[in-house]
């Protein structure tokens, strides 16, 4: 059995120590994402340097370093975060600084190699900006930097940050700060002679800035095999790798910045619940690690990439049935089930989609959590790859809603305070699709702030006479909260309607009233009463209500 001495080496190492020693050469390999620290990761380093320095503190500890000793550098796995804006700003000391001071000029220079250049090197892809904009000579732009010049440059706008914060400091205080940053910063460096031990520590420790997620470290093991191969180096294997994983990270990007919030682990975490068909019983890298022991690296990702782009065509989808899953609270299993389905092939893809939308929208109104629908939702999955028919699913659906009391759920909340529901505007958005034409479908965000259920006997109805006139305090009680008394209406709309009379609204919804701009066919369904009350708030219950057994294929009156 190894010992802690033959898995790793640890060291309490200052700045100059960490960076002034002859070997010390950090490597941020190519399985690490870029550099991606803004403002708000900047300002809160230089804030807790600062701090520690004006407190009078002997030594302030900024986290362990995790490193993977290899034949002439060390690769980091954890701390590249810390150590990037560190050599940025020792960069941009040098570039404000170093001419007109011997000792700090000392001090920077032990940081260079014989060619002086500070000793990190970064991603392939990011070594030649970061060289040439930082470590050669820092090119500050001449004006504010913009949004997207920070997102398209951000070594340059961290250094643009540290510089503003170096002028900040009386001059006379600038040696004595750097002083303290060479000499009193101090770092655990955790050295390890092989991934999995570096990879495993990673995980144990929960360090600043958190560089991988669990995509960087699926990635990093699957390079890893590449490596054992076939060797360091660009093989042609590893570059048929990084190309096809470059190609999900643009797809995941893309779909990040103009669909959904979604990263490459959530991907993968799709990927291994269609893979497994179960809840993860230990971490998602370390089921997928087990699970790719014998694999193909290049097939493996291969295969996954496929997979990213069956999610793809989904999601990118504009119809009315999927546009109703964005709505639902949990996204998770959806997503592993359809893409699943779209990734296998299965020939009832289309009844699929209905039948588990009518699933989780029945567990939803019901008031269930999603803890009653994870074990079949896993369970449908394996279903779906085992092909069986579209009819044995949605039996096993439907036993399992009988079995819950689903659909008496359903019509207690149903018929009751409707208003109060997170459901009530998905729920009402589902009937405003249904009531479009195929051709003008467009996405309905439900949770904008702009939209809201409005009463259409308003809440204050007792302060206006016209409604005091129709309405008793019984029935509106009774009534004023019920999904047949709600419709759909804009922010401004809003303002407009929510205290009107019925005659005016009416003009609202239609989108000719004050601020009407583009009314709601849910809305417009109200044009054809002539007045409202306790009579047509029933009829417009039950249409509702005929609507969504409509869509969900359910009886629950």
Known sequence: METATEIFETYVKTVTKLFGDADSYYEIPDYQRPYNWEDKEIEQLWDDIY????????????GPIILIKTDKRFEIVDGQQRLTTLMIFFCVLRDLYLKNNKKLSNMINSLSDD????????????????ENEILNKVKFPPNKMTKKEKQQNKFLNSACILRDKLKSIKKDEIEKFSEFIFNKIVFITISCYNRGSAIKLFQVLNTRGMDLSNADLIKSNLIHKIEQKYGHGESTQRKQFNATWNKIESITKKLDEEVCDIDITDLFTYYAYYIFGRNLKKSL??????QFKNEDPNKIIFEFQNFVEKFNSIVIEESKLINSFWY??????????????????????????????????SYWLAGYTISKTKQISYNIIVWIKQKKHIDFIKNKLNQKMKEDGVFNRIKENINGDAYNNIWIKPTLLLIEYEQTDDSKITFINAWDKSLHADHILPVKWESIPDWKNIWNQNSAMKYLNTI??????????????????????????????????????????????????????????????????????????
Request: glycine share 4%; with cysteine.
């Open 484 to 557: 047949g008394n709600l419709t759909l209406i804009s922010g401004k709309k809003n303002i407009a309607a929510s205290n009107s009379f019925f005659d005016k609204k009416k003009k609202i919804y239609e989108g000719k009233g004050k601020d009407g701009i583009t009314a709601f066919e849910i809305s417009k369904n109200i044009l054809k009463y002539k007045q409202w009350t306790e009579k047509e708030v029933i009829d417009r219950h039950d249409w509702i209500i005929s609507q969504l057994e409509k869509i969900l294929d359910i009886k629950f009156r």
């Open 285 to 290: 890298y370390e089921e997928l690690d087990a």
């Open 328 to 361: 639902l609270p949990n996204q998770i299993y959806w997503r592993s089930i359809l893409t699943a389905a779209k990734f296998e092939n299965y020939k009832f893809y289309n009844d699929l989609c209905k039948d588990i939308r009518k699933f989780y929208y």
């Open 115 to 130: 060619e002086y250049r500070l000793k990190l090197i970064t991603q392939l892809n990011n070594q030649n900006q970061f």
């Open 51 to 62: 701090d520690a320095y004006t407190g009078g503190v002997e030594s302030y500890f900024l």
